[in-house]
């Protein structure tokens, strides 16, 4: 079992920044890659940001291309999403996400594991 652990989120302003942290525990953290996902109010979960298990991969959705970013640092079996630029539209909940092994990273059913889910109001 891997327990993951988001936290950062928060009210932002439209424009504003805000670096969101998951904190993995449980097992071998370097051994899983790492997703983002993000969920607003009567949508579905879609993807944003996927790394690698050494993080020197990294994928991103197109509408975040510029303005977010994932790292991850396995000393700390931490990832992270620094999301700038925010908008209204990125009002969501965000979802880190560990996938053991190498399957499609853009869809959520191919992760094994969850985070609780930290949550992103971007006001106008």
């Known amino acids: 079992q891997v327990q993951l652990v988001e936290s950062g989120g928060g009210l932002v302003q439209a424009g504003g920044s805000l670096r969101l942290s998951c904190a993995a525990s449980?097992?071998?953290?370097?051994?899983?890659?790492m997703g983002w996902f993000r969920q607003a109010p009567g949508k579905e979960r879609e993807f944003i940001a996927h790394?690698?298990?050494?993080?020197?991969?990294?994928y991103y959705a197109d509408f975040v291309k510029g303005r977010f970013t994932i790292s991850r640092d396995n000393a700390k079996n931490t990832v992270y999403l620094q999301t700038d630029s925010l908008k209204p539209a990125a009002t969501a909940v965000y979802y880190c996400?560990?996938?053991?092994?190498?399957?499609?990273?853009?869809?959520?059913?191919?992760?094994?594991?969850w985070g609780q889910g930290t949550q992103i109001p971007v006001s106008s």
């Open positions: 790394i690698s298990r050494s993080g020197g991969s990294t």
């Open positions: 449980g097992r071998t953290f370097s051994n899983y890659n």
């Open positions: 996400a560990a996938m053991y092994g190498s399957r499609s990273y853009i869809s959520a059913a191919e992760y094994d594991y």
